[in-house]
């Protein structure tokens, strides 16, 4: 969002965090701007979670800084942070209602009956919840109760959202469409979202900026078609979407399944595997120098079966060179 005030609406400075001797952060940058979904991705144990309780303030960093709205709070207690957070396992009160539920924070901070009833019919129609406030959450389906949850999180209006793998505990087909009205709500709501996952399709689908973590650093902040055209690292290649990397004239060059054409033009090589996916088929290709190359085709534009002779090729433009590691 290049054409948004660059207001960084959550920060964190040179931020780092040991359990021990596990370094979980490991000197984190980050401005988060207001009204953004901003995803933080990662393999499970590289920091996203503990990054996230030192934005809510369930944890302290042994360095650096938070910020909220240009204020450091790095070491204020949570109830004293504008933020709220969503749990993957919800944490409802069983014996409450929906609406007891969703009310428990107003009532604490001492909001008035007919304020906190007005305030959580509103909020219950927002996540589409309507009609079901008298329900227990035993009543409710998985993705009733983790709408009961956002509910509860966003119904006295945080300045920042902290969403910590809330769609984990759903199936497929319904984290799909979670994925779709989180997106639609954030938007709505003109709420900054913190959200974490490890699923990169999630990530890319949902977000407006992506930070890829790997033990405990941050390797790679950009919008979702940045980190996937042009990873920054090789991790950032290999984790966001499938990558093939080669060796061509002593550059190590990244280039998606996708962008790989298969034809009579390029390097011989052998169809080694097919996988039929549905709407797309994907080939494991052996060059005749050595190279193992996934490719991914349309299903009705290529059929090719296993030990066909093929040409392997791409543009140019579609192969990216990687920075050496280390
Ligand atoms: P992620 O959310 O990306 O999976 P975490 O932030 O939960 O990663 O964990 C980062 C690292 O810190 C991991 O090695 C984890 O085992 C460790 N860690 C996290 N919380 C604690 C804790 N309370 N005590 C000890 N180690 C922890
Ligand atoms: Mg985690």
Not at 139 to 157: E, M
Not at 263 to 281: E, H, K, L, Q
Request: with cysteine; aromatic share 6%; net charge negative.
């Amino acid at each position: 969002m290049a054409t948004q005030v660059d207001v960084a609406d959550v920060e964190l400075v040179g931020v780092r965090k040991s359990y021990g001797d596990v370094v979980a952060v490991d000197g984190v940058d980050l401005r988060i701007r207001a009204a953004e979904f901003f995803t933080m991705l990662g393999p499970s144990g590289s920091g996203k979670t503990t990054t996230l309780r030192l934005v809510a303030g369930f944890e302290q960093p042994d360095e650096g800084t938070v910020h909220l709205a240009g204020a450091e709070i790095t070491h204020r207690p949570p109830y004293a942070r504008d933020v709220n957070t969503v749990f993957q396992d919800y944490a409802l009160f069983p014996h409450m209602t929906v609406a007891e539920n969703v009310a428990y924070g107003l009532r604490v901070k001492g909001t008035a009956r007919a304020e906190r009833t007005r305030a959580v019919e509103e909020v219950l129609k927002t996540v589409r919840l309507d009609g079901l406030g008298g329900r227990k959450p035993i009543q409710l389906s998985g993705g009733q109760r983790q709408r009961v949850a956002l509910a509860r999180a966003i119904v006295n209006r945080p300045r920042v959202l902290l969403l910590d793998e809330p769609l984990g505990a759903l199936d497929l087909k319904l984290r799909q469409e979670m994925q779709t009205f989180l997106k639609s709500l954030q938007r709505d709501l003109g709420m900054t979202f913190v959200y974490v996952t490890h699923d990169q399709e999630e990530a890319l689908t949902m977000s407006d900026r992506v930070a890829v973590f790997n033990e405990g650093r941050i390797e790679q902040v950009g919008e979702p078609a940045e980190v996937y055209d042009r990873p920054a690292t090789e991790f950032v290649a290999a984790f966001v979407g499938t990558s093939n990397i080669v060796e061509r004239d002593g550059k190590r060059l990244c280039v998606r399944p996708e962008r790989i054409e298969l034809g009579n033009d390029g390097d011989p090589a052998t169809i080694d595997d097919v996988v039929y996916v549905g709407a797309f088929t994907r080939y494991l290709v052996l060059t005749d120098r050595g190279e193992r190359l996934a490719v991914v085709r349309q299903a009705r534009d290529a059929s090719f079966a296993r030990g066909d002779r093929v040409a392997v090729g791409w543009r140019a433009e579609d192969a990216f060179e990687l920075p050496e590691e280390g």
